[in-house]
Every structure is written in C-alpha cells, then in structure tokens.
C-alpha cells in the first residue's frame, strides 16, 4: 500500500509526463512565454486574424435590410444572420440550421484537423495577435519578461505591468460591450451607453461581469482555456482519423536527433563522421509553443495547430541549408509513406449529411410563409347566446409580419354564412417588419348555422401586400336540435 503520509501535503510526479504541460510536477500553474516565430504561417494568420477582428467588431453595427447584419434577441426571440430572420416560429428551421453548422465543424476537422483553433477561434485570435503583442511592447520579449517577473518587485516591473493592465481592461471593455450589442443591437446599446447607469444597471452589470470575463481569460487564463476548459480538444480523437491534416514533426527525418554544430553537420555531409537526423535538439519548436508541447512527442490534445513549430523550424532549418518541412502540415498515413485520401468513408458521409441538413434547411426556408398566423380561443366562457339569437365566440388572432417590409391586415368572415365580426380595436391592423400583434375578436354567429355543439368557421385575412390567408378554427355554441 502506499503511504499517503509519506507523500507529504504536496505529492510530486516522478514524470513530468503525467501532468499537462501548462503545470509543473507539484500541480502548480506553469506561466508559459512563448517566443513569436516569424514566418510565413506566421504572416498569413496575421492577414485571417486582423480580418476577423474588423469582422466582429463591425457586424453588429453594419445594416442589412434595415437590420443589423448579425442580431440574436433572445428577450424578443427574434434572430437575424445575414439578411435572414428567424422567429420562435422557426425552431425547426434553428435546428436544421445548428445540426448543419456542427456536421461542418466534423467534416472540416476530419479533413483539416484543428484549423479552427489554430486560425480561426477567438481565444488564438485575441491571446496572440492583440493582447500578446501588447504585452511584448510594453513588458518586452519573453526572456525579458520572464527575467523580471522572476526578479524582485521593482518600480520598472510594477509601472509596466500596471500599464498592461490598464491597456487590456480598455481593450476588454470594448470587445464586452461588442459581444453585448449581437444580442441588443447597436443602437440600443448606443441608447444605453448615454442614459445614466442608475436607468439601465442590469446593462450596466452585464457588461462589468463580461468585461471581468474577457480580461481574467486574456490577461490570466490565457492557454488554459484551450488545455483545460475546452471540450473540443477532447473531441478530436473521434473526429480525426490517420487521413486529417496534423501539424507533426517527421522522425523518419529528425531522427536520431542530436545537438551539434554547423562544423559537426559538414563533417556529416562529407561522410567523415556519423550522420543524424535534421534534428539538432535545439527546442526552437518548444520554445513558440503557446501551450509548450514538444511537437517531436507526436500528437497530442495540447496543440491548437497554430503552426508557430513550423516557422520555427524552418527557420532552422534555412541556416543550417537544409530543406524545410521537418515540421509540417501532414498527416498520419502520409508520415509512414501512405498517401493520404481525401475522399474516405468519413467524409463522403459527412459531407452527404451536410448536404442533406442544408437541401432540408433551403426547402423549409423557401417555403415559410410571409406572415406567421395563429388562431386560439380568448381565456373565458367557450361561447355566449345573445339576446338577438347570435352565439358569440370570442377568438384571438396572433399574427407575425415575417417580411422586412410594413404591413397592414384586416379579417373576414367567410364561413358560416351570415357570421359577423367584432375586432377590438382599429382595423386595419399595422404590423412593422418582424412584429408580432394579438388581435382579439367576437365572432358572431347565427342560431340557425349550428346544427350541433360546434361548426368550422373560415376567416380571410388580407395584407396590404396582396397575401391572402384562410385559417380555419372550430366555433362552439349549444345544440338547440336536441
């Protein structure tokens, strides 16, 4: 048995390997300073990355049809993506949609691997092309930066380390209140952001609970968040397949591995001493790595694919006159001198599913109705009999104008013959694009039209457009045949 009190408070690991590289052997936070390798993955991630920011900051503030481009309103449940609006109405057409987003995730990351985390995802995005960048102008380069927080507490580390903080609770702020305007629209927030807090406060704390998010994961969780907080890394395993395109260093090259000079590998090329592998153990590839993974180990959950191992590692190889791609974007299969397939199983049924979920999504699309309509019985008495002989049912039309233009409506009767109607309220009815209104009515009808307990009544409703709806809802009274 082991002894747990020999082990002391703080157990120690006698492998580094049986924790992750983001902590040490006792379970401590291990702060990573990964140096930046210029290259060109390196250029080209920079390019995707600034497009992405411009994206995102100017989405909910750019117009489409008179809305924002991108608004998810869950107070009004009203959700508009690129022109396109969809209403609680439409959770079948939500669904078809998200299933189709998810089988693009898989069949992307069966094909490409983790391209997503390494160029495209939020959190790589804004760690390392706005917020480490920051803190390299203002604390300095890695060795440096590691250098004094590993020193003293002195005036030049403080000052710079609260000018960091200050910038990143600026930059914070802003992305808190963009992320907050997807979901209220720019123009609200522009409202709210003029008017005293004391009017708006719950807007108010939102956006001090978000904005706290947004530094705490940038300024401290940092590589964390990929390591430990998301699942998707955990998910690759079922995803990828020795086909997927992996960022992987080649050992049948690299190896055997071995520190030597620029002398050593001359004498080397000229056959006087023992050849190695390409690899000379410099660590280029560990030292860039925002997550200090040893790419040489294999593939591992820890790497987000972000492709700074490879410029470093050309980059080595271009002084030392050896042909790049020691670490490259490959695969499995290709590694051992099988050449990778792009059509295989896996992806000939995702992409089939794809097509299917969005062939189902564009056929319900196209065929929604203008106006969303909804016929119900008001809360109270089924019917009333009047003094002058009518029975009296009192119904509630619900209405949704789905177009992006205004509209006005008014409703008929049509069956039974003689059936009259009193709407509460003005007719016709204005409805303003995407708005929903409840329309309360008394249904009128003659004695001598209900044969039975109940008869099926048909109204007309007619828009301003020219849209013609017939909806068809039972009427209920007494039977006086009895």
Not at 134 to 149: A, F, Q, S, T, Y
Not at 216 to 234: K, N, S, V
Request: net charge positive; aromatic share 10%; glycine share 6%.
């Amino acid at each position: 048995m082991i002894d747990k009190e020999a082990l002391g408070p703080s157990r120690i690991l006698e492998s580094p390997v049986d924790v992750l590289t983001t902590l040490h052997s006792d379970g401590k936070r291990k702060w990573m300073y990964p140096t930046e390798s210029k290259g060109r993955y390196l250029s080209k991630r920079r390019i995707v990355a600034w497009v992405l920011v411009v994206l995102y900051l100017i989405l909910p503030i750019l117009q489409l049809a008179g809305r924002p481009v991108v608004l998810l309103d869950f107070v009004h449940r009203e959700f508009a993506l690129f022109g396109l609006v969809f209403y609680p109405t439409d959770t079948i057409l939500m669904m078809i949609f998200m299933v189709g987003v998810m089988l693009s995730i898989v069949l992307v990351t069966a094909l490409l691997g983790r391209v997503w985390c390494g160029w495209s995802c939020p959190q790589t995005v804004y760690l390392e092309f706005v917020f480490r960048p920051l803190e390299r102008l203002i604390e300095g380069p890695e060795h440096v930066r590691k250098r004094r927080n590993e020193g003293p507490r002195t005036l030049d580390r403080l000052w710079r380390k609260a000018a960091k903080q200050v910038v990143f609770l600026v930059i914070s702020i802003l992305l808190s209140h963009t992320f907050i305007a997807y979901f209220v629209g720019w123009t609200s927030l522009n409202s709210w952001l003029q008017g005293p807090p004391a009017e708006n406060w719950g807007f108010f704390l939102l956006t001090t609970i978000v904005t706290g998010l947004v530094w705490f994961d940038f300024a401290y969780f940092r590589e964390q968040m990929c390591t430990i907080a998301c699942p998707y890394a955990r998910m690759q395993s079922i995803m990828l397949d020795r086909d997927s395109l992996i960022v992987s260093y080649d050992p049948g090259r690299g190896e055997p591995r071995a520190k030597r000079s620029k002398k050593a590998l001359l004498e080397e090329s000229k056959g006087l001493i023992e050849s190695k592998g390409d690899c000379i153990d410099c660590y280029a590839c560990v030292r860039t790595c925002p997550t200090g993974i040893d790419i040489r180990d294999g593939l591992q959950m820890e790497c987000v694919t972000c492709t700074q191992c490879i410029d470093a590692c050309d980059h080595i190889m271009d002084n030392l006159a050896k042909p790049r791609g020691l670490i490259r974007y490959t695969s499995e299969n290709q590694l051992e001198g099988i050449k990778t397939k792009l059509i295989r199983p896996r992806s000939v049924i995702y992409a089939m599913l794809i097509i299917l979920m969005f062939s189902a999504f564009t056929f319900v699309l196209t065929s929604r109705d203008s106006y969303d309509i909804n016929v119900g019985r008001a809360v109270g008495e089924p019917f009333a009999e009047l003094q002058d002989g009518h029975i009296s049912n009192r119904l509630r039309f619900r209405v949704r104008n789905q177009t992006a233009n205004e509209s006005t409506f008014e409703i008929t009767s049509i069956e039974p013959i003689g059936t009259q109607l009193r709407i509460v309220g003005t007719s016709p009815v204005e409805l303003l694009p995407g708005e929903m209104k409840r329309v309360e009515v008394w249904v009128l009808i003659p004695k001598e039209a209900l044969s039975s307990t109940s008869v099926e009544g048909k109204f007309r409703i007619t828009f301003s457009d020219g849209h013609v709806d017939e909806p068809s809802f039972v009427l209920l009274g007494p039977n006086h045949n009895q």
